[in-house]
C-alpha cells in the first residue's frame, strides 16, 4: 500500500493548500479517504481520466468531502465526452448529517454505501474496518488492512479509551493532530487530537509509522507542532502534500 497526501489541512486550508484529502494505492486499486475542498484539482492533476476506484469518507464535515461535489460535477462532464471512467463510483459514508448524505447520493454518479460501527468492508482483496469516533457528527476511524499490512486512519476525534486497541500495531497511524497540547485546553470533550495525545497513542499501540495530519490551516510553521508530537513518538513525521508514503 502507498499512501499520497493531496490535502493535509483542517478545517480549512492554509494559504496554497488543501483540506483532507489521501490516494490510497492498493493491489492496483486507487481509493481516496476523504475528499475535502481543494483535493479535487490535485488529484485530477495525478489522475487525469480520474481512475478512482472508490472513496472512503471518515465524516461528512466539509473539510473532508466539500470537493465531492465538484469531483461530482468532472464525472458527470468528462463521462459525457468520455473523457473519464464512467460513474456511478462505489462511495462509502456515514448517514448522518442527513443533508450532505443526500447531496452525495442524489445524483447518481455515486454508488453509496453507509458506514455501521463495527462493520467490515472487503472490497477487491482489501479489508476495511470503521470504529465510531467522537467528533461534533458522526465520524469513523478507518482500518485499512491489504497484504499482511495495515493503516489506521483516525479521521477527526477527540481521544477515546479504546483508540489504543484499534491502532495497536498498525503499520502506519495517519492522525489528526490539529491542536499543539496548550490548545486542547480544558474543553470536556476535544474534537481533534492534541500533538502529546497523538504521540502518545503511537507509542502506546506501538505503531510503526505516525504520519501526522489535519494541520490547523490558521498555523504555517508547524516545528512546534512536530517538537510536541516527538517529546513522545521521535520518529513522528509530518505529512507533506505530493508526497508518497509506502506502507
Ligand atoms: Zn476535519
Ligand atoms: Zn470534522
Redesign the pocket.
Same mark, same amino acid.
Given at each position: 500500500m502507498e499512501v499520497t497526501v493531496l490535502g493535509r489541512c483542517?478545517?480549512f486550508p492554509a494559504p496554497g493548500e488543501a483540506c483532507s484529502g489521501y490516494l490510497l494505492k492498493c493491489g492496483g486499486k486507487n481509493i481516496m479517504l476523504d475528499f475535502g475542498s481543494g483535493v479535487f484539482s490535485r488529484l485530477y492533476g495525478l489522475l487525469p481520466q480520474l481512475e478512482v476506484d472508490a472513496v472512503v469518507l471518515s +465524516?461528512l464535515?466539509s473539510? +473532508?468531502m466539500a470537493d465531492m461535489l465538484i469531483f461530482r460535477y468532472a464525472l458527470e462532464q468528462l463521462s459525457a465526452r468520455s473523457l473519464c471512467r464512467q460513474p456511478p463510483i462505489p462511495v462509502i459514508a456515514p448517514a448522518e448529517p442527513r443533508e450532505e448524505y443526500r447531496l452525495l447520493s442524489g445524483s447518481g454518479v455515486f454508488d453509496m454505501t453507509a458506514i455501521k460501527d463495527g462493520a467490515k468492508l472487503r472490497y477487491e482483496g482489501i479489508t476495511f474496518t470503521f470504529y465510531r469516533m467522537t467528533?461534533?457528527?458522526e465520524?469513523y476511524a478507518i482500518s485499512v488492512e491489504y497484504g499482511g499490512k495495515r493503516l489506521l486512519y483516525t479521521g477527526?476525534t477527540g481521544m477515546r479509551h479504546d483508540m489504543v486497541d484499534i491502532a495497536s500495531g498498525a503499520d502506519m497511524l495517519l492522525a489528526d493532530v490539529c491542536y499543539l497540547n496548550e490548545e486542547l485546553g480544558t474543553r470536556p470533550i476535544a474534537?481533534h487530537l492534541s500533538a502529546a495525545q497523538a504521540g502518545n497513542l503511537a507509542a502506546a499501540a506501538n505503531v510503526d509509522m505516525l504520519l501526522c495530519s489535519h494541520l490547523w490551516g490558521g498555523r504555517t510553521d508547524h516545528s512546534e507542532l512536530m517538537c510536541q508530537v516527538r517529546a513522545a513518538f521521535p520518529k513522528a513525521v509530518l505529512a507533506e502534500e505530493f508526497k508518497s508514503y509506502p506502507i
Open positions: 483542517g478545517p +465524516h464535515h473539510d +473532508h467528533h461534533p457528527v465520524s477527526d474534537a
